[in-house]
């Protein structure tokens, strides 16, 4: 079975960290780019961060950007988001995306992400 299982989500308090994966079984994300992307109650799905397949290269929304790092290990065919400095507004429910050239597009199930004191 093909899927995306996002994992590492929970309960923080603002100013502390996270770090959400995302990993793919039944398929290589070797070749894929992976986005992260964040739903807020009440809210529009938004695009916080994204990495390329080939390159590497890596790209982030501004309101995470110095605070997100997103990475990916492909020996564990997995993607991370580095969560810092977290705020009581980057509470959302986090899904992964891999999208390929060829056209296949996975989303996983999503992960909440809390930041309350």
């Known amino acids: 079975q093909l899927q995306l299982v996002e994992s590492g989500g929970g309960l923080v308090q603002p100013g502390g960290s996270l770090r959400l994966s995302c990993a793919a079984s039944?398929?290589?994300?070797?070749?894929?780019?992976i986005s992260w992307f964040r739903q807020a109650p009440g809210k529009e799905r938004e695009g916080i961060s994204c990495i390329n397949g080939s390159s590497g290269r890596t790209n982030h929304a501004d309101s995470v950007k110095g605070r997100f790092a997103i990475s990916r290990d492909n020996a564990k065919n997995t993607v991370y988001l580095e969560m810092n400095s977290l705020k009581p507004e980057d509470t959302a429910v986090y899904y992964c995306?891999?999208?390929?050239?060829?056209?296949?597009?996975?989303w996983g199930q999503g992960t909440l992400v809390t930041v309350s004191s």
């Open positions: 995306n891999a999208q390929s050239l060829g056209g296949s597009d996975y």
């Open positions: 039944g398929f290589s994300l070797d070749h894929y780019a």
